[in-house]
Nanobody
Framework: QVQLVESGGGSVQAGGSLRLSCVAS????????MGWFRQAPGKEREFVAA????????YYADSVKGRFTISRDKTKLTSYLQMNSLKPEDTADYYC?????????????????WGQGTQVTVSS
């Protein structure tokens, strides 16, 4: 059973940076994708970024492209989300997710494993 634990959230001013981490325990499947989603108060959960574990292909939502970078460290079973040039509209709870699929990765239902979430607050 894969378990995911996020860390690194916090409060920053607009223009600042944060790095989120997601540590997986219980193993990684041969075909695996780690994704990041976020949910702001009163809004639906939305895709932020994803990375395929084996090859390292990356995917981003248009709203974060050029500001956020997703990466993974295979030896540490950890995914990172480096968030730069943060904006107040980035304020949300951020969730790490794991999927045994490597397609339609922007679609939340394909992710069978979820972390507990970490809060990010960006003030103007």
């Amino acid at each position: 059973q894969v378990q995911l634990v996020e860390s690194g959230g916090g409060s920053v001013q607009a223009g600042g940076s944060l790095r989120l981490s997601c540590v997986a325990s219980g193993g990684i499947f041969a075909r695996y994708t780690m994704g990041w989603f976020r949910q702001a108060p009163g809004k639906e959960r939305e895709f932020v970024a994803a990375i395929t574990w084996t090859v390292g292909n990356t995917y981003y939502a248009d709203s974060v492209k050029g500001r956020f970078t997703i990466s993974r460290d295979k030896t540490k079973l950890t995914s990172y989300l480096q968030m730069n040039s943060l904006k107040p509209e980035d304020t949300a709870d951020y969730y790490c997710a794991g999927s045994t699929q490597e397609t339609i990765i922007r679609y939340a239902p394909i992710y069978g494993y979820w972390g507990q979430g970490t809060q990010v607050t960006v003030s103007s």
